[in-house]
């Protein structure tokens, strides 16, 4: 029996008839099948292999019946409506049990249940206890009762599908960190998922769905609300990273994005979806202080660094005044090489100053002339060495400082590791969709590619101190403004073969001429 | 001209640092310029040595203002409230370029708001200007 009752609880399931509604379920299906056919007696069945299922009936037939002995065994092979017009006359039912006994059947006609995948689930089906035959208005009405019975059960199944997605939504809406919520254009709100909710003390959860809640909050927390509410009945969609203290005491940063909808009578909503963004707030706000900390603290160190520095070179320059004559030999020779390190420490702590500085006070934006910036900046380096700099007579919009930063010391880098004493600098600038492309070319003596990334990193530098004096951080420095800006640089360049930097800057607004 | 004699004014340095103090009277000995000059290493040391008996000459102050114990500011803030030298002269010689600490400091009836470079080498004309002025100037008796 198990395998029967599994076809009838699959094709239940199927349609979500349940155990308690399935007997009036066409029951006026089957009435209305007499009445139409003049027959007294009628049904709706489901049949599996080997059982015909009676769901409804006109009439006191077993609720189950063998597939043998079914009339209705017949209907299913078929599309049509089947008629047995007697059932005594005919091979196939006069020796049946329902002929032969009570209510003794001289007449049937049914047809099949088929549903839109073409399975027959089925049959509706009429019988009388005399022969008879259908007219052609019958068979009609026969056919489209049948049709109803397999839309009744369509429609429940999408019913019971929709409801389940439902189900779906509402446990991926419940389950959802995000806090959910929908406003009709009265501020009221009409939903809300288990994540907003536990934002309100649990003694006015109820009163949460169909108010404004504006209450709960303070004032310029709950006008800030609406201020936005109203622009996104206006906009269609707005976006705010807001901090809330909501009513139950907490305080929560909170990224909301709402959007405007519309129902069939053109009724707008909003539809907020916000996630909490507190912690990461936080850590960012963590971040950015320990930045500024370490940025201080660089600024200290060098600050103060420089002051015992300043007395050494003060000392030693008075040494060298009232003694300088005692001192010969490697003595003069060490004397000379305590300056230079005094001089180079000194560099190092500017650099490293410098370092802490950059993009303290960057500026704004401004319109610039690419060519009279390089040439200013090369004149402030003030070398011995002729170089010859050929910059694109292009204007550009950029904050004045950091490019003077870069231009700076890329022009010194390129003068300074040169390995003749006169060479050549060209400086381009190309408009990239966003961004400016400039780059930065020498003919110096090129840098292999497997040192490439290593130029780039604090206090860097290629060749020893003592060959060419440098603290190492001028790239760092420059990628730094850079990066402030989210600007760019890569080197091109091989043994030999000059050195070309690239600059990636993006455009930004000119605020001010 | 009323010049008064020289040899009289002196100069009270009060200065935390010893390299800074080394670096002035360095400069005054180069200069051959003979005034005295007295040091104390914070406010605390210079009321010290008003009080006592130290200072046995008219003198100019040449005041730091990043000091330990008591600062430029808070020393002539107690200088201005003291009945015996409200009156001094002071010229302030500090690292120091902030503007509240020059606008603070003048407040304060100083003669003189001087910054020093870190290096020292603006020292020179500083000097300069102390040794004309102590030259020239006429201070105020001591009225007791």
Redesign the interface.
């Known amino acids: 029996m198990p395998k029967r009752d599994e076809f009838r609880i699959q094709i239940l399931k199927k349609y979500n008839i349940l155990d308690s509604d399935i007997n009036d379920l066409f029951d006026d299906i089957v009435v209305l099948a007499t009445e139409g056919c003049d027959k007294p007696f009628a049904m709706v069945s489901f049949i599996d292999t080997d059982k015909q299922w009676v769901i409804s009936q006109v009439g006191s037939f077993p609720s189950k019946i063998d597939l043998e002995k079914a009339f209705c065994a017949h209907t299913v092979i078929q599309t049509d409506v089947f008629e047995i017009f007697d059932t005594l006359l005919d091979d196939r039912t006069k020796q049946s049990e329902f002929v032969l006994e009570a209510p003794n059947i001289r007449y049937y006609a049914g047809v099949p249940l088929i549903n839109s995948d073409k399975q027959t689930l089925g049959t509706l089906c009429v019988l009388d206890t005399k022969p008879h035959i259908l007219n052609k208005h019958q068979k009609i009405m026969l056919k489209l009762l049948a049709k109803d019975v397999v839309s009744q059960l369509e429609l429940r199944k999408k019913n019971y599908e929709l409801s389940k997605l439902k189900d779906l939504y509402q446990m991926i809406t419940e389950n959802n960190p995000d806090l959910i919520f929908a406003k009709d254009s009265d501020f009221k709100i009409l939903h809300a998922n288990s994540a907003f909710l536990s934002l309100y003390p649990e003694e006015i959860r109820d009163k949460v769905i169909g108010y404004t809640t504006l209450e709960e909050f303070d004032e310029q927390e709950a006008e800030a609300f609406l201020v936005q509410d109203r622009l996104t009945f206006e906009q269609g969609k707005t976006e705010t990273l807001e901090k809330i203290a909501f009513p139950t005491g907490e305080i929560r940063t909170l990224f909301t994005t709402k959007t405007r909808f519309e129902d069939d009578e053109g009724k707008a909503y909003i539809l907020g979806v916000a996630r909490d963004v507190t912690e990461r707030e936080e850590l960012i706000e963590m971040l950015k202080k320990s930045n500024s900390d370490l940025d201080e603290f660089a600024y200290i160190a060098s600050h103060d660094l ?2 015992p520095l ?2 050494i ?3 030693v320059s ?1 040494i060298e005044e009232d003694a300088g004559e005692v001192l010969q030999g490697d003595s003069l020779e060490h004397f000379g090489m305590i300056k230079n390190r005094i001089n180079r420490m000194n560099m190092l702590l500017k650099d490293l100053l410098d370092y802490s500085r950059v993009g303290k006070n960057d500026g704004l934006p401004q319109k610039l002339n690419l060519q009279e910036t390089a040439r200013h900046c090369y004149q402030l380096l003030d070398l011995a060495e002729d170089f010859v700099i050929n910059v694109d007579d292009i204007d550009v919009v950029l904050p004045k400082l950091p490019l003077e930063l870069v231009l700076t010391n890329l022009m010194s880098n390129a003068i300074k590791h040169h390995d003749k004493k006169s060479g050549h600098i060209i400086i381009k600038c190309k408009h990239i969709k966003n961004d400016y492309q400039i780059s930065v070319t020498d003919d110096g003596p090129g840098i292999a590619p497997s040192l490439h990334e290593k130029i780039f990193k604090k206090f860097q530098t290629l060749k020893p101190r003592d060959e060419i004096e440098g603290s190492g951080l001028g790239l760092a420095m420059v990628e730094k403004a850079l990066a402030n800006h989210s600007g760019k640089i890569s080197i091109k360049s091989d043994v030999g073969k000059g050195a070309t930097f690239v600059i990636t800057w993006p455009k930004q607004e000119a605020t001010s001429k | 001209m009323n010049i008064s004699n020289p040899n009289q004014i002196g100069i009270f340095l009060i200065e935390d640092d010893d390299i800074d103090a080394m670096s002035i009277k360095r400069e005054f000995k180069r200069r051959k310029i003979a005034n005295p000059i007295t040091r104390a290493k914070d406010g605390v040391e210079a009321f010290e040595f008003l009080a006592s008996e130290k200072l046995n000459y008219p003198f100019i102050i040449l005041l730091d203002l990043q000091m330990p114990r008591m600062n430029g500011l808070e020393f002539l803030t107690k200088l201005r409230a003291d009945s015996d030298y409200k009156n001094s002269v002071v010229f302030v010689l500090t690292t120091s370029p902030d503007k509240q600490d020059i606008f603070n400091s003048y407040e304060l009836n100083i003669a003189g708001y001087f910054i020093k470079d870190e290096v020292g080498e603006g020292l020179i004309g500083i000097v300069d200007i102390l040794d004309g002025y102590m030259n020239l100037v006429h201070l105020p008796k001591m009225l007791n």
């Open positions: 420089k002051a300043n007395a070179k003060r000392l008075w």
